[in-house]
Nanobody
């Protein structure tokens, strides 16, 4: 069964960095636009960033612009999210998904994986 697998989360102090990775079983991410989303306790899931498949167009939510960088590793068929200058408000469970990209952001269209927890705290 095809599924998305997120990894790389953890506990980090404010101002620190983490790199999340998204991979897939049973298919290659290289053929899809991929987005990262997050959900904090008590809040709705929100999109964070996405990257196109052919032209690698990127989009970032205003809350992470300038701090997060999304990229592809086509050899490994992964999509990574490098997060710098992390803030306590970045604490959430992070998910990746296949998406459609518009000027306004990215819309997910596949089932959600289990995600990876990011906690930013002293």
């Amino acid at each position: 069964q095809a599924r998305l697998v997120e990894s790389g989360g953890g506990l980090v102090q404010p101002g620190g960095s983490l790199r999340l990775s998204c991979a897939a079983s049973a298919f290659r991410l290289n053929y899809y636009a991929i987005g990262w989303f997050r959900q904090a306790p008590g809040k709705e899931r929100e999109w964070v960033s996405c990257i196109g498949n052919s032209d690698e167009t990127t989009r970032y939510a205003d809350s992470v612009k300038g701090r997060f960088t999304i990229s592809r590793d086509r050899g490994a068929s992964t999509v990574n999210l490098h997060m710098d200058s992390l803030k306590p408000e970045d604490t959430a469970r992070y998910y990746c998904n296949t998406v459609t990209i518009s000027a306004g952001g990215c819309e997910p269209f596949a089932s959600w994986g289990q995600g990876t927890q990011v906690t930013v705290s002293l």
